[in-house]
């Protein structure tokens, strides 16, 4: 495979077909801390973090009022947000847990701390902070060797911003 996009390309953003606009907007900005960047009246929203135009659109073109996906389909298996910190990963999971959003996992990768729950709509949704490269464990031969170690949730929280 010859053809290799630039190291500096990204992620831009998730866009998320809710069932229920004002729902899913109070939960990526409230919970989460998203702001709301524009809204195309009942039908889509954008959201970002800071000032960028959006980290996340919603909208409800085919699916107002739909159920969740099925579990055992293709699609979207989660979206998931970077933090710079640890700190302000903790902050962030301290509001999902005030919410009463109940977490589906927690764990250590050795590359990065991540904490997994779903949105209002069943959809999968990562939280994790970046643990610095020089620090990611490696094989013998240099390549990464992550793993899924338990991440300590109390001693988390605690660093909270």
């Known amino acids: ?4 996009v630039p190291a ?33 009246g009942d039908q889509a929203a954008f959201l970002a973090a800071g000032d960028y135009h959006h980290h996340i659109g919603l909208n409800t073109w085919h699916s107002r009022g739909a159920g969740p996906a099925p ?26 847990l005030d919410h009463g959003t109940p977490l ?16 209002p709509d069943g959809n999968g949704v990562e939280l994790y902070w970046d643990k610095p490269a020089e ?3 490696r094989a013998a031969d240099g390549t990464l060797a992550m793993v899924n170690d338990r991440l300590d949730i109390p001693a988390l929280l605690a660093e909270a911003a």
Do not use: N
């Open 135 to 137: 620090d990611w464990p």
């Open 71 to 96: 579990e055992r389909a293709a699609g979207l298996y989660h979206s998931a947000f970077v933090f710079p910190d640890r700190a302000s990963l903790g902050a962030a999971l301290q509001r999902v």
């Open 8 to 40: 500096e390309t990204r992620v831009g953003h998730i866009h998320l077909k809710v069932s229920d606009l004002d729902r899913a907007i109070a939960f990526y900005g409230d919970v989460l801390g998203f702001s709301l960047t524009q809204r195309y």
């Open 104 to 119: 589906d996992g927690a764990a250590d990768h050795g590359v990065s701390q991540a904490v997994y729950f779903r949105d």
């Open 1 to 4: 495979m010859s053809a290799r």
